[in-house]
């Protein structure tokens, strides 16, 4: 019963995993479906789309008095699923040398997982092995070719639409029926035909089949974004842990802060977890034969260095002085336009699922061109469920187009005229976003701040992160191809064109939230963190599975590959335990 | 119509559910929330501890004054009056919202309270009383210098910018309301089968052959 707040004995678990995100929840299923006794510890509340208490789903804007604005708690807007945001009370985190981060954390069963865009991408044999290719940044200790049977198997186990295409970087999966594109990516894939720019159908973790009996199919709501009342969509808590808790072998504890992992000082192993109840602010702590990091990449780094002991003075599994080192989040620039063969639509259900039907993937080959590493192409548009925010700026647009008799309009006014202004450009909008991978640096990272300690009196993290002109010349390029896309379309652009005095409109380090890179895995003990099992070369019995491990980041989001690692570690993990090994 | 029965609508066995199906079930208890049956504004809606404390707090408060909220009902129903497709700014419940966002972002106090002062200080200057004491044809002459802000007028840029945020507010009010969604026509936010772009209308778009 997830909602039971259990309060241990003094036993000792087999494993004890902390945080329910993509890859603590991935861990928390495998290792409970192998037999091991699972504590999971949460930092924050009980989560569940299907029940009433929690459920935003399907609710209208005017349920809400700010009609779904954004708020300090929900900064993607007041139905999201995310509890937490960028900004959390008695949370914080600060920067260095006048550079920037943003981290945005949830605190929730299921963290991230239960508002996440669905994008669901496997990595290709390129992205393990970027620095045999460019000489930037490091390999992975692993290639596509071993991490393929558990994307199939995660493929097979969560679910995920898509279609084979035979690209070389963009590998094929096991995939449910994509669903058909809407009228503007429709018209997107014509004008990016046009243009050479590869456009196919998206891959979301979103089940337009039954897979099982225990999560229904989508009812095209387009609102993942709120998490799924009949689990239709990939949450790590509807999907990952509510079975794991069937199994009997899992106990989750709520409200646990991890404070740092503690460790036998004289074998240097990991025997359990203290942790603050952020309920009674005091400290407890529990006892474990095997510890499984799956916090998120920042969070889980920052519990490393805060176990700080004699025998490791610079922190837990960090030898190799590399934990917190590496950080990289995708690199983001957006544009969005008007088309003007849009105007007056004819109405009808177009909601579709939460997000993209139709996705560019990288296309281009990064040996012809001044930057290092690619991007994909994310479109949004259509007639959407109005929401705060609707119709702002429209002394910006309406001005640009003569009315419906062809006489000029001029921009602002009131009255009459506005209100069919309003209903005419509905629909009429699209929009598009670069996603693409940074190159991980040394100098790149987050470390203990030695000033600051957290409301729980845990010392915080301190960020230091800048982009470099890899990432500016990419971005420079995306928007170089928006307008390109806007153009063939016949549409135009609602901003002006970024330029080199704000790096090209990247979004801020942190804001596209696939960070990763800060516990990186590698064959080199001294280069790296972890061995290509996720497994710390200094304690065999802690491991990692949340982003954390990532050497580079691809042109993809990053869940999906959490996923399938997390998956592969954990049955490693059972089967070194059942040859004695751990 | 009920959710329950929309959701009739629409084959289970299509959507690989047979029974009592998830879908159904939360139905049932959407039903409970049906908004024609609410009567509290702040009826929970999926909210944490922290949110419902801070939004029972902020419905206790109130910002504007009878005065200004007076004036920004007559500026919101000259923005988006009645017409013969649906009703006005008032009618769907603006200013009301209009309010809570001022308590709920409070950079939009000063903005609205020094624009709405603004405006009075402007009708008292050409016509010895407040705006909304003012007759409609006095209403209109000021809003005309201020309601196209590429005319650019001397002295109306502060004006401006205050006209161009309440009749930001006054659309996204108007059309995230029952009435507004109706006007504007969107039919989604329902359970549904996507089957693609209807037939007539890709071949509008010259589509159908792609």
């Known amino acids: ?582 | 119509m009920k959710r329950r029965d929309a959701l009739k609508g629409i084959s289970l066995t299509t959507l690989g559910l047979a029974g009592l199906s998830p879908q159904v079930k939360a139905a049932e208890v959407l039903d409970l929330a049906d908004p024609d049956k609410k009567k509290e504004p702040w009826e929970p809606y999926g909210r944490t501890r922290g949110e419902l404390e801070r939004d029972a707090k902020l419905f206790k408060e109130q910002f504007f004054n009878k005065h200004e909220m007076k004036t920004i009902s007559v500026l919101a129903d000259i923005i988006i009056p009645k017409d013969a497709q649906s009703g006005s700014a008032t009618e769907a419940g603006v200013p009301d919202f209009i309010e809570f966002m001022a308590k709920d972002q409070p950079n939009l106090q000063t903005p609205l309270r020094g624009g709405l002062l603004w405006l009075d200080t402007q009708a008292k200057r050409r016509f010895e009383k407040t705006f909304t004491d003012c007759s409609d044809a006095q209403r209109i002459e000021i809003v005309e210098d201020i309601a196209w802000p590429e005319r650019k007028k001397t002295g109306m840029s502060q004006g401006i910018a205050f006209f161009s945020l309440m009749r930001n507010l006054t659309a996204s009010g108007f059309f995230t309301s029952k009435m507004g969604i109706a006007d504007l026509g969107y039919v989604g936010n329902t359970p549904n089968q996507w089957d693609g772009v209807p037939e007539e209308v890709l071949r509008q778009y010259g589509l159908d052959t792609f």
């Open chain 1, 1 to 582: 019963m997830p909602d039971i707040h259990f309060r241990p004995s003094a036993k000792t678990y087999d494993v004890i995993i902390i945080g329910s995100g993509a890859g603590g929840g991935m861990a928390a299923y495998e290792l409970t479906k192998a037999g091991a006794k699972v504590l999971l510890l949460e930092a924050g509340q009980h989560y569940d789309p299907a029940d009433p208490k929690y459920m935003t789903q399907l609710k209208w804007p005017w349920q809400s008095p700010r009609r779904g604005a954004s708020t300090r708690y929900r900064p993607f807007g007041d139905f999201d699923a995310a509890y937490g945001g960028w900004d959390i009370e008695g949370e914080p985190y600060t920067t260095k040398n006048g550079t920037q981060f943003k981290w945005f954390r949830s605190r929730m069963l299921g963290g991230r997982t239960n508002h996440w865009g669905r994008i669901s991408l496997r990595f290709g044999p390129d992205d393990f092995k970027r620095r045999t290719i460019d000489g930037l940044g490091e390999d992975w200790p692993i290639g596509y070719d071993e991490v393929a049977p558990f994307y199939d198997d995660t493929d097979r186990l969560l679910g995920v639409f898509g279609t084979n295409e035979g690209l070389p970087n963009d590998p094929d999966g096991v995939f449910l029926p994509a669903p058909k594109p809407r009228l503007h990516e429709l018209m997107i894939k014509k004008a990016n035909k046009n243009l050479g720019v590869t456009t196919i159908p998206s891959r979301l973790s979103i089940l337009t089949k039954k897979i099982n009996d225990e999560r229904g199919v989508c009812f095209y709501c387009h609102q993942c974004g709120r998490a799924c009342m009949a689990y239709a969509d990939f949450s790590s808590s509807s999907c990952l842990v509510n079975p794991a808790l069937k199994t009997g072998n899992l106990d989750v504890i709520y409200f646990a802060m991890a404070r740092e992992i503690l460790t036998d000082p004289k074998t240097g192993l990991c025997t359990g977890v203290s942790y603050i109840d952020t309920e009674s602010l005091e400290e407890k702590s529990v006892r474990g034969n095997i510890v499984v990091l799956g916090a998120s990449a920042c969070e889980s780094a920052r519990l490393l260095l805060n176990s700080k002991s004699t025998r490791f003075p610079e922190g837990l599994a960090n030898s190799s002085g590399v934990v917190g080192k590496y950080l990289h989040d995708s690199t983001g620039a957006s544009r969005a336009a008007i088309i003007p063969t849009l105007f007056d639509r004819k109405r009808y259900n177009e909601d579709g699922v939460g997000g993209l039907h139709v996705y560019s993937p990288w296309w281009l080959d990064n040996k012809k061109l001044d930057f290092p590493r690619g991007y994909h192409i994310e479109y949004w548009g259509g007639m959407g469920m109005p929401s705060y925010g609707f119709g702002w700026g429209i002394e910006k647009v309406n001005g640009l187009f003569p009315d419906r008799s062809g006489n000029k309009r001029e921009a602002g006014g009131y009255g009459a005229a506005l209100k069919d202004d309003y209903r005419r450009f509905y629909g009429a909008y699209i929009g598009m976003a670069g996603r693409g991978e940074a190159v991980a640096r040394e100098d790149n990272y987050c470390e203990i701040d030695p000033n600051t300690v957290d409301k729980y009196g845990i010392p915080v993290l301190r960020f230091h992160y800048k982009w470099s002109d890899y990432e500016r010349l990419q971005a420079k390029h995306m928007h170089d191809t928006f307008e390109r896309i806007i153009q063939e379309m016949g549409g135009i652009p609602l901003s002006d064109k970024p330029g080199p005095d704000n790096d090209y409109g990247l979004n801020a380090p942190g804001e596209i939230i696939h960070e990763v890179g800060t516990i990186r895995m590698g064959n080199d003990p001294k280069k790296s963190a972890l061995n290509k099992w996720q497994q710390a070369h200094d304690v065999k019995n802690l491991f990692v599975v949340d982003g954390a491990p990532f050497p580079s980041q691809g042109d993809k989001n990053c869940t999906w590959t959490i996923l399938a690692l997390s998956m592969r570690a954990s049955r490693y993990i059972v089967e070194q335990k059942n040859a004695g090994k751990l």
